[in-house]
């Protein structure tokens, strides 16, 4: 029998927290990748009513494929439920977000939702942001360079990020610095302050006070839901 897959676990788990007729924001990910198939399998075995708000065009493309309904921001000024994933969530539920680089879009969506699930495995847990995975932050290609040596003064160490040899560029065609802290954010609340204080910074990867739920998968098959 093969071991179970927590983001599988917690994927699938949060999509129990789904009712008809929601307005639902879908993040992105491979943990968020469970949720979508369960989801989808919800619209056609139940003939769940929902209206999916994708986060990135990796997740529009899956929806659609699946066939959960999709509607857009010009349409929503308020989302019931969001589920995402998370790269790094502290004690507080404070987070670092953007490994899969859709951190501007799931900012906003995450913004503007009622009540946001986040689904993990156990390593993503931490007692302090900036420990075990570098932050994110979105920024225009015209000022990357200005940003760049305005996040060294706030005590980061970028990096362009690259995939497969070539520059990355996000959904949104800005490209993406992903900040290493030699002691991990010692201060999430005064670094997002500071960092929304950089002109051509567009997000930060960052998520201060947005997460109400946390579901984490185990390797053991079992779930935890905690809620702050
Ligand atoms: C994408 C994200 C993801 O939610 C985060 O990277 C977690 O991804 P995964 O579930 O694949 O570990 O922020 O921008």
Same mark, same amino acid.
């Given at each position: 029998?093969?071991?179970?897959?927590?983001?599988?676990?917690?994927?699938?788990?949060?999509?129990?927290?789904?009712?008809?007729?929601?307005?639902?924001?879908?993040?992105?990910?491979?943990?968020?990748?469970?949720?979508?198939?369960?989801? /989808?399998?919800?619209?056609?075995?139940?003939?769940?009513?929902?209206?999916? $708000?994708?986060?990135?065009?990796?997740?529009?493309?899956? @929806?659609?494929?699946?066939? !959960?309904?999709?509607?857009?921001?010009?349409?929503? @000024?308020?989302?019931?439920?969001?589920?995402?994933?998370?790269?790094?969530?502290?004690? /507080?539920?404070?987070?670092?977000?953007?490994?899969?680089?859709?951190?501007?879009?799931?900012?906003?969506?995450?913004? !503007?939702?009622?009540?946001?699930? !986040?689904?993990?495995?156990?390593?993503?847990?931490?007692?302090?942001?900036?420990?075990?995975?570098?932050?994110?932050?979105?920024?225009?290609?015209? @000022?990357? /360079?200005?940003?760049?040596?305005?996040?060294?003064?706030?005590? /980061?160490?970028?990096?362009?990020?690259?995939?497969?040899?070539?520059?990355?560029?996000?959904?949104?065609?800005?490209?993406?610095?992903?900040?290493?802290?030699?002691?991990?954010?010692?201060?999430?609340?005064?670094?997002?302050?500071?960092?929304?204080?950089?002109?051509?910074?567009?997000?930060?990867?960052?998520?201060?006070?947005?997460?109400?739920?946390?579901?984490?998968?185990?390797?053991?098959?079992?779930?935890? $839901?905690?809620?702050?």
């Amino acid at each position: 029998m093969s071991t179970p897959n927590p983001k599988e676990i917690a994927g699938r788990r949060a999509a129990e927290f789904v009712e008809d007729d929601m307005t639902v924001g879908l993040g992105t990910g491979s943990t968020v990748h469970f949720t979508l198939v369960r989801l /989808a399998e919800r619209v056609r075995d139940e003939r769940l009513r929902i209206r999916g $708000v994708p986060t990135s065009i990796d997740t529009e493309r899956k @929806a659609r494929e699946w066939g !959960i309904p999709l509607t857009t921001l010009d349409d929503t @000024a308020t989302i019931d439920l969001t589920i995402d994933g998370a790269d790094e969530i502290d004690d /507080a539920f404070q987070m670092v977000k953007g490994g899969g680089g859709a951190l501007l879009r799931e900012k906003v969506v995450a913004s !503007i939702s009622r009540r946001e699930v !986040i689904v993990v495995g156990p390593e993503k847990l931490v007692k302090k942001l900036g420990s075990t995975f570098p932050l994110p932050i979105e920024v225009v290609p015209f @000022a990357h /360079a200005t940003v760049e040596r305005r996040l060294r003064t706030l005590g /980061a160490l970028p990096t362009l990020r690259t995939r497969e040899g070539r520059t990355y560029t996000t959904d949104n065609g800005n490209l993406i610095l992903d900040c290493r802290f030699e002691h991990g954010i010692a201060d999430p609340h005064a670094l997002e302050s500071d960092l929304a204080r950089i002109p051509g910074l567009v997000e930060s990867g960052l998520f201060i006070d947005l997460a109400h739920i946390l579901v984490i998968g185990h390797p053991t098959g079992e779930c935890h $839901v905690r809620k702050k």
